[in-house]
């Protein structure tokens, strides 16, 4: 199955492609292969999110899980505004009814990032 893209500004070649890391939040290490392509990756927990020093980041995307074992997608962003981060998030869903819907509430959570859900 093809991976479903509900925001066209972030095709798998911008994340593949761009030299920014990758970070990973949470996510299993067969996606993260999947999603990263030639960006370094790094894998952090929720809890590092405050002192990995993310705002800093150039280019980067962070990835998570719409609805994780510990924290889901809207406490991943809450602590990334917290920490300063601007950048691109990248939100991984089941299938669902209306993908649009979710991607404008995280957008909306999201404040100063863009959010793209990919749909898989």
């Given at each position: 199955?093809?991976?479903?893209?509900?925001?066209?500004?972030?095709?798998?070649?911008t994340?593949?492609?761009?030299?920014?890391?990758?970070?990973?939040?949470?996510?299993?290490?067969?996606?993260?292969?999947?999603?990263?392509?030639?960006?370094?990756?790094?894998k952090?927990?929720?809890?590092?999110?405050?002192?990995?020093?993310?705002?800093?980041?150039?280019?980067?995307?962070?990835?998570?899980?719409l609805?994780?074992?510990?924290?889901?997608?809207?406490?991943?962003?809450?602590?990334?505004t917290?920490?300063?981060?601007?950048?691109?998030?990248l939100?991984?869903a089941?299938?669902?009814?209306?993908?649009r819907?979710?991607?404008r509430?995280?957008?909306?959570?999201?404040k100063?990032?863009?959010?793209?859900?990919?749909v898989?």
């Amino acid at each position: 199955m093809t991976p479903r893209l509900t925001s066209p500004d972030m095709s798998p070649d911008t994340r593949a492609n761009g030299t920014g890391p990758f970070v990973s939040i949470a996510l299993p290490a067969a996606l993260v292969a999947e999603l990263a392509g030639a960006r370094p990756v790094w894998k952090l927990t929720h809890d590092d999110i405050p002192g990995a020093n993310l705002a800093q980041l150039k280019d980067a995307v962070v990835a998570c899980l719409l609805m994780g074992g510990k924290t889901d997608a809207l406490d991943v962003l809450a602590a990334l505004t917290a920490a300063g981060y601007a950048g691109a998030v990248l939100v991984i869903a089941p299938p669902m009814p209306n993908p649009r819907m979710i991607e404008r509430e995280l957008a909306r959570a999201a404040k100063t990032m863009k959010v793209t859900l990919l749909v898989r």
